[in-house]
T-cell receptor, first 113, second 113 residues
């Protein structure tokens, strides 16, 4: 049973427009969420995080939104750049329960020039 | 500051042969993880260390996989004997604590033929 889902395997966006990557989870104990970016032949790179006590966290062009009632989070990239083309992984953990991070299957973002 | 270093980057072995992967975490990081990533999927945790103690190895196939973290710094992951289904990317990651984001190495791509 997949606890963290990323239902869109791929997404294409025009350069300069907004990219929205979605993530859904099933475990209501999850209280901390991360987004990672992965380029080919490299390990995942930490991008941004959000705690369940917040509903938004922003870092430059990247904003993560958390909707706890819907068990849904999204990553917004504005404006999108060709260098943002990568696979994005959503990860979640139940820190207060000592659980390790669980990763989603990833969404491949292509930003077209 | 150096990131997480893994070696080798690539390994091709015949089935039933042994293989070992090495990881040097970020200096000062007490928590070390080994993940396995299959094609098209997110990383899956194999084992987590807090210093030199393996605190979560519930997902490690113990009949053929073993790991150690000597002196709470470097770590090795071994497979003996390897099976065709072990072909994957093996990622090492470290963090300052279990509740913090993990930093990943570049991974070792294992191909079992």
């Amino acid at each position: 049973d997949q606890q963290v889902k990323q239902n869109s395997p791929s997404l294409s966006v025009q350069e300069g427009r907004i990219s929205i990557l979605n993530c859904d989870y099933t475990n209501s104990m999850f209280d901390y969420f991360l987004w990672y970016k992965k380029y080919p032949a490299e390990g995942p790179t930490f991008l941004i995080s959000i705690s369940s006590i917040k509903d938004k966290n922003e870092d430059g062009r990247f904003t993560v939104f958390l909707n706890k009632s819907a068990k849904h989070l999204s990553l917004h990239i504005v404006p999108s750049q060709p260098g943002d083309s990568a696979v994005y992984f959503c990860a979640a953990s139940a820190r207060n329960y000592g659980q390790n991070f669980v990763f989603g299957p990833g969404t491949r973002l292509s930003v077209l020039p | 500051e150096a990131g997480v270093v893994q070696s080798p980057r690539y390994k091709i072995i015949e089935k039933k042969q042994p293989v070992a992967f090495w990881c040097n975490p970020i200096s000062g990081h007490n928590t070390l993880y080994w993940y396995r990533q299959n094609l098209g999927q997110g990383p899956e945790l194999l084992i987590r260390y807090e210093n030199e103690e393996a605190v979560d190895d519930s997902q490690l196939p113990k009949d053929r996989f073993s790991a150690e973290r000597l002196k709470g710094v470097d770590s090795t992951l071994k497979i003996q004997p390897a099976e065709l289904g072990d072909s994957a990317v093996y990622l090492c990651a470290s963090s300052s604590s279990r509740n913090s984001e993990a930093f990943f190495g570049q991974g070792t791509r294992l191909t079992v033929v």
